[in-house]
């Protein structure tokens, strides 16, 4: 049987994570915020990797990271040319 892990957070940082949802960022970026209001919620890993259609080791990797995974690692190879903004444009 699998673990049925939870995060907790603080009233401001749940506040925190959803106002960051209204800012401009990747598509990467706003699900793994997604994923960490649905635990908070008290969604298991399996029920958040089935409903934004993921990976269970992904889900499991978010909340082990917390906030800190939140934003993109950096990749290797050429700079991006425009920001995730200027692309919306």
Known sequence: MRLHRFITA?????????AQLTQPMSRQE????EGLLLS???YTIDQISDILEV???TVARWE???LEGL???PKSGRKRIYTVVEEKK
Do not use: C
């Not at 603080?10 to 959803?18: I, S």
């Not at 706003?30 to 915020?33: L, Y």
């Open 55 to 57: 990976k269970r080791d």
């Open 30 to 33: 706003t699900v793994r915020i």
């Open 40 to 42: 908070l919620k008290g």
């Open 64 to 66: 082990t990271e917390k």
């Open 71 to 73: 934003k993109n690692r």
């Open 10 to 18: 603080t009233a401001a940082e749940t506040a925190g994570l959803k």
